[in-house]
């Protein structure tokens, strides 16, 4: 059946076969630039078959082309997309491209987000042919040596959230990453559903008598050779305080198994010094830098 492969093809679901046939693109597109392409094994093995998500491109057999769409929930979408290095300038990831085009516009998506990482010449230079606008810039940072602050005010409780929770964590989402907040709460429910994906609250009270205030959120999710954090927001009210500190202190030391050789890594906005020199002064290092650019639908 392999040999009988050729053009595009829409997944809902992802077979075994072709996870391993992207794995080797992955690994074949690394190697070509040192990349650091980031994909998250654990979602497309889970793909639901609800949606389009996974747009592949084959010649005579051999998969040389591989787009992937976050979720299709939302006005924003975020895209990352990969050209075998021999099969490059021929118009494959156009081709790809579009096919997400008709999607999204089905879907009523508003704008299409593609990662490309900073140090992928051959990438730069496809946004730049396929005039598709520069929006922002983000770090992947790692952790090294984890090096703990010994501050603790135990006024603050971190702990899982569930449902219950889904409006305040989009409000302060909303407010720290300046986004929509009607779509934030539908990536917030979206991500919910996923099982490697878990969710904290941080409340701010000083007795049992007080009324708990949100004061951050924060999620983490399992890969096979990683755990992140994302979505890390604390509000404005609470920030200096050292409590965005304790919450990335506590979330390290409930995920981090030391004999374990996942690493932890989280992602900051590359004009956000403020959170950068938090995340170095736990023992964070900068691993690579995505680019983000912006096609409107």
């Not at 922002?136 to 501050?151: A, D, P, Y």
């Not at 409000?171 to 986004?179: D, H, I, K, L, P």
């Not at 050789?261 to 992602?267: H, S």
Request: glycine fraction near 8%; proline fraction near 2%; charge should be negative.
């Amino acid at each position: 059946m392999q040999e009988q492969l050729q053009g595009l093809f829409r997944r809902q679901t992802l077979t075994a076969t072709e996870i391993d046939h992207i794995r080797q693109l992955v690994r074949c597109c690394d190697q070509y630039e040192n990349l650091h392409m980031r994909i998250d094994w654990s979602v497309l093995k889970t793909r639901i078959g609800q949606d389009i998500r996974d747009f592949l491109y084959y010649e005579a057999g051999e998969l040389v082309g591989y787009l992937c769409v976050e979720s299709w929930d939302g006005r924003e979408v975020e895209l990352l997309g990969m050209v075998h290095p021999d099969y490059r300038r021929r118009g494959i990831f156009k081709a790809l491209l579009q096919a997400v085009v008709e999607d999204g516009r089905l879907h009523k998506v508003q704008r299409l987000i593609l990662i490309c990482e900073h140090a992928s010449l051959s990438g730069q230079q496809a946004m730049q042919a396929l005039r598709i606008a520069y929006d922002s810039s983000e770090h992947e940072m790692e952790l090294g040596v984890f090096k703990e602050s010994g501050r603790f005010d135990d006024r603050l409780s971190l702990h899982k959230a569930d449902m219950r929770d889904v409006e305040a964590m989009a409000e302060m989402q909303a407010r720290g990453f300046g986004s929509d907040l009607n779509s934030t709460r539908q990536q917030l429910l979206y991500r919910m559903q996923h099982p490697d994906s878990t969710f904290y609250i941080a409340t701010f009270g000083e007795d049992e008598t007080s009324c708990e205030e949100p004061v951050g959120c924060l999620r983490t999710v399992y890969d096979e050779d990683s755990i992140g954090i994302y979505g890390f927001a604390v509000l404005p009210a609470y920030q200096g305080r050292g409590y965005g500190r304790q919450m990335l202190e506590e979330v390290i030391r409930l995920v981090r198994v030391p004999e374990e050789k996942r690493r932890i890594m989280l992602e900051v906005d590359i004009n956000n010094t403020r959170a950068k020199h938090l995340y170095e002064t736990a023992g964070f290092w900068l691993v690579t830098t995505y680019d983000y650019f912006v096609l409107d639908l």
